[in-house]
């Protein structure tokens, strides 16, 4: 007999876990959420949070939503994205980046209700955290997750309370593993990681100093600094990264991940920190200094049976493209709703299936995609003629030759400024951040052929309700003016099915069939002097459905089905719909 019982067990309160855990309790499910240590991240190690993680928190609630706007460095401080000698010393090139470019901007703008920003861990985790525990997450904080066990009815966790130094188990219908990048959770439960671990050796510097006079007139998150032995180990490239403007910062170094870590003490920290800033009698408050290695490696599957695993815990990779936290958290968003529907009886066990079907390709890609970014530094510093060699002074003379006025030096300006825009697939890679299309049992696509992309899938979001795809957003209208995402209609815990002028059967059958199979399924017709009116017409061009028909999404806001027009027999397609995604 276990010594505590509930629904869902998470290990971890990171972003997965702690988003995991607030979307729980707000659709009802009775979860636990243990952390090893007595508090949350105390190192600020994500920031960049993308417009469809702002989504899922603005799904959790408006305050949510404010409340992450109000500590985070707004959008317009993120974009001039620097390379330089040091931040004292010369610059050598910029990008605008994280949608600053007027261009991306306004994909932004019309992708999404919501704004890319850059909100430390630090203060993510705290704001999910305590969304968690206020709807009814039982918290247990200086908890250690041993091992678990599962059978047929549940899964038995045995955990070690580090206050008392005593053993306990808990009994739960389900085990979420968001425990980090050396999930045990993962490793006990045989969940293979394909790929490698340490193929690079990072150290993280955290201080405290007033950097303003080097950066406030040039805004950005990102100051990348070039100088020799910088694309050693790492990221690609040495990097100081603002935490919050213009007086905390966190240097990123790399290290030969083929010796052995350097032990990072206050004087080595201060060492670096003027090295990269480029000022040697700059004085830095230390917060703390830590290395890490840079991972290449992902899960195959992210589920076995009852045992679930999420962020850090599938895709281990570096920094780049900001997906860690990112991803983590839309993990959860994907699989909360479906641990909900099944806790509550509503669907069979095989929607559970469907997490893994749906994340894996996402965690393959996102791995992928982040250490090709740190590989892309490479053309910036063979335009400088950095590349194969140490030596300070035939560094320089490389990189001063770019400003001749021989032919030569010409192409060398032209190959530095290629290889700095093609960096764009790092800084403002909306398509990764926003295009997942889920090809899964939760999702009916009746045979409709996937479109292709139009653009680069990796640059540019392409909207679509082809089934599978994340809703489009599109503002429309009630009565009193005020506008309301399609994102906001949908959501929320529920299936939502849009229809227009002469779908009104659709709606009619909503409500029986959403009945009659325990699930809710909000309906809205939209059109003139309905609820919500498309006055400005980016419904109507976004839906790719006539009037009569209807787009169905589930509660993590993606497509489901659709349907052109009004069906003969309504009731019957969606009964045939709901049946197969609820696994029933
Ligand atoms: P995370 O590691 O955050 O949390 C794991 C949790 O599990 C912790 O609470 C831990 O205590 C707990 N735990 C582990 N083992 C346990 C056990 N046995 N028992 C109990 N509890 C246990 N991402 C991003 O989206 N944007 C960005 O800009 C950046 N930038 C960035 C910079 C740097 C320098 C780094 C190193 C990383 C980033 N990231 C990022 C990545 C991001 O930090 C990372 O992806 C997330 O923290 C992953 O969140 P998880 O919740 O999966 O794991």
Redesign the pocket.
Known sequence: MADITTDVLI???????SSTAALLSSYGVENMV????RW??NTP????TNQRTMEVLRDLGREVEEEAYMHAAAQELMGENVFCESLAGEEIGRMKSWGTHPLSKAEHLLSSPTFMNDLP?TFMEPLLFKTACARGTQPRMS???LRHEQDAEGVTTTCLDRLSGKEFTIRSKYLVG????NS?VAENEGLKIAGQMGVGGSM?ILFRADLSKYVAHRPSVLYWVMQPGANVGGIGMGLVRMVRPWHEW?I?WGYDINEPAPVVDTQMATDVARQLVGDPDLQIDLISANT?TVNNAYAEKMSQGRVFI????AHRHP?SN???????IQDAFNLAWKLAAVVKGQAGQGLLDSYTTERAPVAKQIVTRANQSIAEFGPIFDALGMTGGTNYDVIKANMDARCNTTAQAEEQREALRQAIAFKKYEFDAHGVEMNQRYKSDAVVTDGQMEPDFALDADLHYQPTTWPGARLPHAWLFDAGGNKHSTLDLAGHGVFTLFTGLGGKPWADAAAKIGKEMGVTIEAHVIGPRQEYIDHVGDWARAREVGDAGCVVTRPDQHVCWRHEGLAEEPETELRRVFTQILAK
């Open positions: 290990i971890g309160t990171g972003p997965a876990g243990i952390n090893r240590y949350l991240a190690r994500a920031h960049i861990q908890t250690e997750y968001a425990d980090g990048g045990l993280n966190l990123v890490w999420m962020g850090d815990a920094p900001g997906l860690g936290s990112n991803t983590s």
